[in-house]
């Protein structure tokens, strides 16, 4: 049986809110895109005061994609990583990967931001698997249309059993990992045996242990 380390990737792996970074870096790649800020401020706003919900504010915020074709999302993510995203990791998030890999754990990212740009978090030497939200595409272009739903809560335990199960993998999640900033991850740090949160400031840790990383 496997043993899996499990992160999220916002304010886990990296240091701010990756869709954030995105869509700052395609502003300055394409200034035009400003225009959709108002758009996404107040789609934000309309989350955070419970109007729209997770999977509609980011759809939503999100509509900057639209009309990108594949060929140019794969260079525009690419240089995203080299450029912006591997500047953000925590250097303790780094060092904790590495240090479970080598003790035998597979690496899994299980994010709820957008898979399409997580993807290139691959990079990264010791990670076996990439799990985020999933995009439409259609005619060979990006849209703003989530694919199934939002990998939050309990649908990232469940794309996780989706992709365990394709992959033929048994697992140990006894002695397996899991670190998160935020107790939206509560379902998959129920399922391991080794929970930690990460920076985590409020009282309510659930008992769960929290770890400061820089």
């Known amino acids: 049986m496997e043993r899996l380390a499990i992160f999220d990737v ?3 792996l990296t240091n701010s809110e990756t869709l954030m970074e995105f869509y700052i870096f395609m502003v300055k790649r394409r200034p035009r895109l400003i225009v959709y800020a108002p758009f996404s401020i107040m789609s934000a706003l309309l989350f955070v005061l419970k109007v729209f919900s997770a999977k509609k504010a980011k759809e939503n915020f999100i509509s900057f994609i639209n009309g990108i074709s ?3 999302m794969e260079l525009l993510t690419k240089e995203f990583y080299e450029k912006r995203l591997s500047k953000i990791f925590y250097k303790d998030a780094l060092y904790t990967l590495k240090k479970l890999k080598n003790s035998g754990c597979k690496i899994y990212l299980i994010s709820a931001s957008a898979e399409f740009y997580l993807k290139e978090l ?12 999933r995009f439409e595409i259609v005619n060979g272009k990006h849209t703003r249309k989530i694919l199934g739903q939002n990998c939050k809560g309990e649908e990232k335990v469940a794309r996780l059993m989706e992709s365990l199960k394709k992959d033929n993998i048994e697992v140990d999640f006894k002695n397996s990992y899991m ?5 939206s991850d509560l379902p ?3 399922l391991v045996g080794n929970p930690y949160l990460i920076n985590y400031t409020r009282k309510d840790n659930q008992g769960i242990e929290v770890l400061r990383w820089k």
Do not use: H, M, Q
């Open 10 to 12: 916002d304010f886990t």
């Open 70 to 72: 594949e060929k140019d």
């Open 122 to 133: 691959y990079k990264i030497e010791e990670v076996d698997k990439i799990i985020g939200t």
């Open 179 to 183: 670190f998160s900033d935020s107790l």
């Open 188 to 190: 998959l740090f129920k």
